[in-house]
């Protein structure tokens, strides 16, 4: 196993799902490693189905980047 510290995800959100009647939106963004798929879930929940954070994210290219920190 190969020790990793720092994961980066970069893509164009242009997929949003519409989930419980329209209070959750996902978008979703793969790693591009075939061999151990990694993904990231962004996911915006919002009663009053306005949603308009995740709304500027469609169309947008984005990166979300994981660091290890520290590990025991």
Do not use: C
Not at 32 to 52: A, C, G, V, Y
């Amino acid at each position: 196993m190969s020790e990793w510290k720092k994961q980066v995800f970069e893509g164009k959100i242009t997929d949003i799902d519409i989930e419980d009647g329209g209070r959750a939106m996902i978008a979703h963004m793969d790693d591009s490693d075939p061999n151990e798929k990694m993904f990231i879930r962004i996911q915006s929940w919002d009663d009053t189905k306005e949603h308009l954070k995740m709304k500027q994210l469609y169309g947008a290219t984005v990166r979300v980047t994981i660091e290890i920190l520290d590990k025991e």
